[in-house]
C-alpha cells in the first residue's frame, strides 16, 4: 500500500492542476459553454484512447517483452546444455537398456521442419523408459553432477528461468538426484531396493532432459540454423556422430 501512495498523490495532484487550468480559462474568457464542450469530446474520446494504450499498443509491448524473455530463457538452456546437459544425455544413455535403438528414436535431420519436431515429441511421450542402475556408473554420474553444483545453483538464481515451469522442474529433478547421489558412499555395492529408488530418479531427470533438449533444438532450428547444425552433427543419441563437416 505504502508504495502506491506516491501514485495516489501524483494523481490527485494532476486532478487538482486540471481543475485549476480550466478555472484559469473561465477567468480569461468566461465561456463556460467552450470548456463543457471540450470536456465532453475529451472524455467521449477517452473509451477510444484506453483501446489504443491499453488493449493494442500494451499487447504489442507485451509480446515483444515476451519475446525478449524467451530468447533470453533460451540462451540460458543453451549454456545449460553446452555445460552439463549433453553429457548427462550420454550419461543417462549409459543406464537404458534400449540404447541401441536410440539413434534411431532420436535421430535428426538438417531437412526438419516444426512438425517433425513436434512427431519426436509424441515419440518421447508414448516411449515408456526403463532404467537399470546396474548398466551405468552411479559413481561417475555422481562426479559429473556435483562437479557442475555450483553452475546447477546459478541457474535456479536466474530470473528468465522463473517462468519456465518445465525446465524448472528439471533443475529440481537433477538436484534431487544429485543430492541422493552425495549422500550415499559406496554406490557399487547397495540394495537392490536401494538401486531401485535411485533408478526411479534417474528416470525423472532423465525423461525431462529429453523434453528440454528437443524444445531446445527445435527452437534452435528455427531461429539459429547455424546451432542447429552443430547439434545435428553431435548429436547426442548418434555414436558416430562428430562436429568435423565432411559433405
Do not use: C
Not at 477510444?48 to 504489442?60: F, G
Not at 552439463?84 to 538438417?110: A, H, N, T, W
Not at 545453483?153 to 552425495?182: K, Q, R, S
Not at 532432459?209 to 528455427?222: D, P, Q, S, T
Amino acid at each position: 500500500m505504502r508504495k502506491d501512495r506516491w501514485q495516489i498523490k501524483f494523481g490527485i495532484i494532476l486532478l487538482f492542476l486540471a481543475a485549476a487550468l480550466y478555472f484559469l480559462h473561465y477567468l480569461l474568457f468566461h465561456d463556460l459553454r467552450h470548456i463543457f464542450i471540450y470536456l465532453v469530446g475529451e472524455l467521449a474520446f477517452l473509451p477510444v484512447e484506453v483501446l489504443v494504450v491499453t488493449l493494442i499498443i500494451h499487447k504489442l509491448l507485451d509480446r515483444k517483452e515476451r519475446e525478449l524473455r524467451l530468447n533470453k530463457m533460451n540462451m540460458v538452456i543453451g549454456v545449460f546444455f553446452s555445460e552439463i546437459g549433453r553429457d548427462m544425455l550420454k550419461e543417462f544413455q549409459e543406464f537404458d537398456p534400449d540404447r541401441e535403438g536410440l539413434s534411431r528414436v532420436y535421430s535428426l535431420s538438417s531437412e526438419w521442419k516444426p512438425e517433425d519436431f513436434d512427431s519426436l515429441s509424441r515419440k518421447i511421450s508414448a516411449r515408456a523408459l526403463y532404467i537399470d542402475y546396474k548398466l551405468g556408473d552411479l559413481g561417475e554420474l555422481r562426479n559429473i553432477l556435483l562437479e557442475k553444483r555450483q553452475f546447477l545453483l546459478g541457474l535456479l538464481e536466474n530470473p528468465n528461468l522463473l517462468e519456465h515451469e518445465t525446465f524448472t522442474d528439471l533443475l529440481w529433478a537433477i538436484f534431487h538426484l544429485m543430492e541422493e547421489l552425495a549422500r550415499r558412499g559406496n554406490l557399487d555395492d547397495i540394495p537392490v531396493t536401494d538401486g531401485k529408488h535411485l533408478a526411479g530418479d534417474i528416470e525423472r531427470a532423465y525423461s525431462l532432459l529429453l523434453v528440454e533438449w528437443v524444445a531446445y533444438i527445435k527452437h534452435l532450428n528455427e531461429q539459429y540454423p547455424f546451432l542447429f547444425s552443430l547439434e545435428f552433427r553431435t548429436n547426442p543419441f548418434d555414436k558416430e556422430s562428430k562436429a568435423t563437416v565432411t559433405a
